[in-house]
């Protein structure tokens, strides 16, 4: 049974459309993160919560937005989708005690997205 | 700059046959998690390692963690067409530090 499902699995958005992308999980694990994964290259944080308290990377643009309205739920909004925007989109969870986040981490399935 | 340099990033062998990849750092980690990644799928966890020096085996998997706690490799032994896929090593610096991941290493095997 999946345990981090994400949808949608792909994604189509225009250019400048808002799209929001959806993350739940059955682990009841208290960490939650986006990744960015474009072809060819490494998974690329864009930020977790760790419980309640979000973290965001120093380096992801102000165009992504993120809420996690409870333990089992996290969305990626994308208010204003470029073209270089364009990648699979990876979810991820973790059990952390004692704000160590080096833990062994699941992944979904991923949400492809593209902008036309 | 990448963090964790991977090789090769692409690798196409036979079945049967043994290889292994390599995942390099100038920086020490406290930990090294390895990840497989098929085409359209999420990444999904071999093995973390945490001590250096350390070897675990996973089946026909062989995984390394550096004695300096920089480096990491995997050995795959009598490769199947199953182990194709993008092998991703990830490591954190610190306990409350995020992953930060590899650009992978690419592997097809052929039967």
């Known amino acids: 049974d999946a345990m981090v499902i994400q949808n949608p699995r792909y994604q189509v958005t225009q250019f400048g459309k808002p799209v929001t992308l959806s993350c739940s999980q059955t682990?009841?694990?208290?960490?939650m993160y986006w990744y960015q994964q474009k072809s060819s290259q490494a998974p690329k944080l864009l930020f977790h919560?760790?419980?309640?308290?979000?973290?965001n990377e120093a380096d992801t643009p102000d165009n992504f937005q993120s809420r996690r309205p409870n333990t089992s739920f996290c969305f990626l909004d994308i208010r204003s989708p470029g073209l270089g925007d364009a990648a699979m989109y990876l979810c991820?969870?973790?059990?952390?005690?004692?704000?160590?986040?080096?833990?062994?981490?699941?992944f979904g399935q991923g949400t492809r997205l593209t902008v036309v | 700059t990448q963090l964790l340099e991977q090789s090769p990033q692409f690798l196409s062998i036979q079945e049967g046959e043994n290889l292994t990849v390599y995942c390099n750092s100038s920086s020490v980690f406290s930990s090294l998690q390895w990840y497989r990644q098929e085409p359209g799928e999420g990444p999904v966890l071999l093995v973390t390692?945490?001590?250096?020096?350390e070897v675990k085996k996973l089946k026909r998997l062989t995984f390394q963690f550096g004695d300096a706690r920089k480096d990491s490799s995997l050995h795959i032994t009598a490769a199947q067409p199953g182990d194709t896929g993008l092998y991703l090593c990830?490591?954190?610096?610190?306990?409350?530090?995020?992953?930060?991941f590899g650009k992978g290493t690419r592997l097809s095997v052929i039967a």
């Open positions: 990830a490591g954190a610096k610190s306990g409350n530090t995020p992953l930060v």
């Open positions: 919560y760790y419980d309640k308290d979000f973290n």
């Open positions: 991820a969870t973790s059990r952390s005690t004692g704000g160590r986040l080096n833990t062994e981490a699941f």
């Open positions: 390692v945490v001590t250096g020096g």
């Open positions: 682990l009841n694990h208290n960490v």
